[in-house]
């Protein structure tokens, strides 16, 4: 007699909320769904994703979750095995810090691996700050790309910062790329000496929290205007 082996589970990219705001306010009532069904997970951060899962589904038993965290300190020989659920037949799910699991998040290290072994990949509907950004940019949204962070050097940032709008004018390209919070505003500077005048700047920061920012506006008049970014979330968008 012929056994039929288990099939597979799937492995969901589940979309978090991008700040402190209720996680049924910005994502779809789908999240809550898939989140009650699943107990194994792939996290960048335990804490924060059972944070995150208690406030989605408070009466979901936190022990009977199995949670593998997925950072830069990780075992990079490790992970293959975070996939083993699936390959039991049951179902995971990956979190990231913010926004949506495997773009500028760790988490696609897992996927592209769920690929490998033939594990379907099921993406959920939730905020991208990069897309929500360059949606409400006014900018090129059909030729764009991201960058992630530029350079800390502040020789190599500008150089960076250069090769960025030059590429924006030659391609009509977007160029899209974030910093680390707490230095947002040192960014804003070096962008503010170092671009050209008529080079237009989106800023978009706290996105989908009740402090939301976007504005859109050349060099030259950004210089004339004071905004405070420190420890806020923001994108930043160029196009010469």
Not at 231 to 237: D, G, H, L, N, V
Request: hydrophobic share 40%; aromatic share 6%.
């Amino acid at each position: 007699m012929t056994v039929k082996a288990n099939p597979k589970g799937k492995l969901f990219l589940i979309p978090t909320t991008l700040g402190e705001n209720e996680p049924l306010e910005v994502l779809p009532i789908s999240i809550k769904r898939v989140i009650e069904d699943i107990d194994h997970y792939v996290v960048e951060n335990e804490k924060s994703a059972r944070r995150f899962i208690k406030k989605i589904s408070p009466r979901k038993s936190q022990p009977a979750l199995s949670i593998e965290v997925l950072n830069k300190y990780t075992d990079i020989e490790a992970i293959p095995t975070f996939l083993d659920p699936c390959l039991a037949g049951k179902n995971v799910g990956v979190l990231s810090e913010a926004g949506c699991p495997g773009i500028a998040d760790p988490g696609a290290d897992v996927v592209r691996i769920a690929h490998k072994k033939d594990i379907q990949v099921v993406p959920l509907v939730g905020p991208s700050s990069i897309i929500m950004a360059l949606m409400a940019s006014g900018l090129n949204g059909q030729n764009f790309a991201f960058n992630g962070y530029l350079p800390i050097d502040s020789y190599e940032r500008k150089k960076a910062i250069k090769t960025l709008e030059k590429k924006s004018m030659d391609l009509g390209q977007s160029q899209i790329f974030i910093e680390t919070p707490y230095r947002n505003d040192k960014l804003l500077v070096e962008l503010l000496k170092t671009l050209s005048k008529h080079t237009q700047l989106c800023i978009a920061c706290d996105l989908t929290l009740n402090s939301e920012f976007v504005a859109t506006k050349t060099i030259l008049e950004w210089k004339k205007h004071k905004l405070d970014l420190n420890k806020r979330p923001a994108i930043f968008i160029i196009q010469g």
